[in-house]
């Protein structure tokens, strides 16, 4: 068989997989908005610093798959470039939901909530992307009960209200991690949509039940960010620590089952009351193809009631390599130094040891100004960590 005939099968072959993904898609009301969202959607945090290439593929692969909700949390110029380059041709087929408060420093994810400044960052994003509006302008990383007041206290609130108002926006979400503080938002009726974790790790949290249970009452769509927790719920057989971010709560320690899969992290998620759409962060096609295998699988494949009772112990303390904490003064990409310290416990290899070597700012250039450790919402000690990272990395 000739190249051309063979790739011309490949080809084929995958339009056929694309077109019986995209039948057998779920889609579930957003809520009150009458949106209706596939149960399959896209984070996109790990595609960042993605090749463009990477970007395109994955995004129009999903479309194609039949996901329509995607998730922009950043306001990065190169991330924007490659989805406004992702979305030419695809925009009318996705719900896009864009983060207001979500912008950068000399490269560096930040948050503000300058009113001007996230007003004008929001717009800068629409138009590197090359869209008219946002389908959710969501106000980014609300910790709080407290921050939430502050976000309408300062105008953040009034703002989102305004871009829709304006037609830069159809709703307005909002993105917590804890689920007191979407309680709040949700009965005061100033969001439709709620992003928030909601995956087996916090099966047994504190308020958490009341919460989507609010939400659905209330007519407010969950989005369910996290299913796999980070990636730790993957780790089969291993003793990781789940931390508050990937909980919602407080840190979980526990030794993952021998047997657990995408599908059923996803089939518990999806599970939950109000849960709408959940959005598993992806950086491949690959990692694609392993949450989209969840509209194949049998009853059998998607059973997830023998993992209930491995979660219900927290602690407290641990990174998720989210970088809530930046921007550093010395640039460090603190997410990324903590990622490869905890990879490395068992051992550095070569290319952990690279791959430190080719950071920007490495862990010795801090200054224990101590700004991260205000920002972590997870009580993380980065300046321990970044002295650890010196005396792992950076012995002389």
Not at 69 to 83: G, R, T
Not at 243 to 254: E, M, P, V
Request: hydrophobic share 35%.
């Amino acid at each position: 068989m000739s190249d051309s005939l063979s790739n011309s099968s490949i080809l084929k072959e995958e339009q056929e997989l694309y077109k019986k993904r995209s039948d057998q898609m779920e889609y579930r009301n957003l809520g009150k908005t009458g949106l209706k969202v596939g149960v399959i959607g896209v984070g996109t945090e790990y595609l960042n610093r993605q090749p463009r290439d990477t970007v395109v593929s994955v995004v129009q692969k999903a479309i194609e798959n039949g996901v329509n909700y995607i998730d922009l949390v950043f306001s990065l110029p190169e991330y924007l470039d490659n989805f406004g380059a992702a979305l030419k041709g695809y925009r009318e087929k996705a719900i896009l939901a864009c983060h207001l408060g979500s912008a950068e420093k000399n490269g560096q994810y930040r948050k503000t909530r300058n009113v001007k400044e996230c007003n004008e960052v929001f717009l800068k994003m629409l138009s590197k992307l090359g869209i008219e509006y946002a389908d959710i302008v969501n106000i980014h990383f609300v910790k709080t009960e407290k921050q939430y007041k502050e976000v309408i206290s300062c105008g953040i609130m009034d703002l989102a209200h305004q871009l829709k108002q304006e037609g830069k926006a159809r709703f307005v979400g909002m993105s917590t991690h804890d689920p007191l503080t979407a309680i709040q938002a949700a009965e005061t009726g100033t969001v439709d949509v709620i992003m928030i974790q909601v995956n087996v790790a916090n099966n047994a949290m504190p308020h958490r039940d009341e919460m989507l249970s609010v939400c659905a009452r209330e007519g407010v769509g969950i989005v369910a960010m996290k299913p796999f927790a980070g990636g730790k719920l993957l780790q089969k057989n291993k003793t990781v620590n789940i931390a508050a971010y990937q909980t919602g709560w407080k840190s979980l320690k526990k030794k993952i089952p021998p047997v657990i899969t995408p599908v059923q992290c996803i089939s518990y998620t999806l599970s939950q009351v109000g849960v709408c759409t959940v959005v598993p962060g992806v950086s491949s096609g690959e990692e694609l193809d392993a949450a989209l295998a969840f509209l194949e699988a049998t009853d059998k494949e998607k059973d997830f009631s023998g993992l209930l009772e491995n979660f219900k112990e927290y602690i407290t303390g641990e990174c998720v390599y989210c970088n809530h904490c930046l921007p550093c003064p010395s640039r460090i990409d603190i997410g990324q130094t903590i990622r490869l310290l905890d990879t490395a416990q068992q051992g550095v290899t070569l290319n952990i040891q690279d791959i430190y070597n080719a950071l920007d700012a490495k862990a010795s250039e801090c200054v224990e100004c101590g700004a991260c450790v205000e920002r972590c919402p997870f009580e993380v000690d980065v300046m321990s960590k970044m002295r650890q990272a010196v005396a792992l990395f950076e012995k002389k």
